[in-house]
């Protein structure tokens, strides 16, 4: 991953974590077969608060996802950005899907998560 694509994931759950977004996990997949780099996964309170996360990345981010799911539920909104994958899910519906337990062994679990890539 280049110094811009970490700098812009690093940005990403900065502004996560600014909209009190909880929990923001990410997941290392460099190493697998899936086509992204990593997963960033938060939570929000409801589907207010999910959209409101994910209207903070489009309108913040420098970068348009090059395809997003999930704006008008709120539930679960997926944004693809190419290297990496924003996950913003409703508290519940993180626990049903669970991303975390099928990727355990990946999850990135430091202070500065991509200081080694």
């Known amino acids: 991953m ?13 502004l996560i974590e600014d909209k ?11 190493e697998s077969s899936i086509p992204t780099s990593f997963f960033l996964i938060a939570e929000g309170e409801n589907p207010l608060h999910v ?7 489009l309108e913040k981010l ?8 999930g704006m008008a539920e709120g539930r679960w909104v997926l944004m693809d950005y190419g290297d990496f994958v924003v996950h913003l ?6 626990g049903f899907y669970d991303l975390e337990g099928l990727w355990s062994d990946r999850v990135v679990e430091t202070e500065d998560p991509l200081s080694s890539g």
């Open 20 to 30: 009190k977004g909880g929990h923001p996990v990410l997941i290392d997949l460099r």
């Open 51 to 57: 959209r409101a996360m994910a209207e903070e990345l």
């Open 2 to 14: 280049s110094r811009p694509e970490r700098e812009l994931l690093l940005r990403a759950r900065r």
């Open 62 to 69: 420098p970068i348009e996802p090059l395809h997003v799911e």
């Open 89 to 94: 899910f409703e508290r519940e519906a993180r």
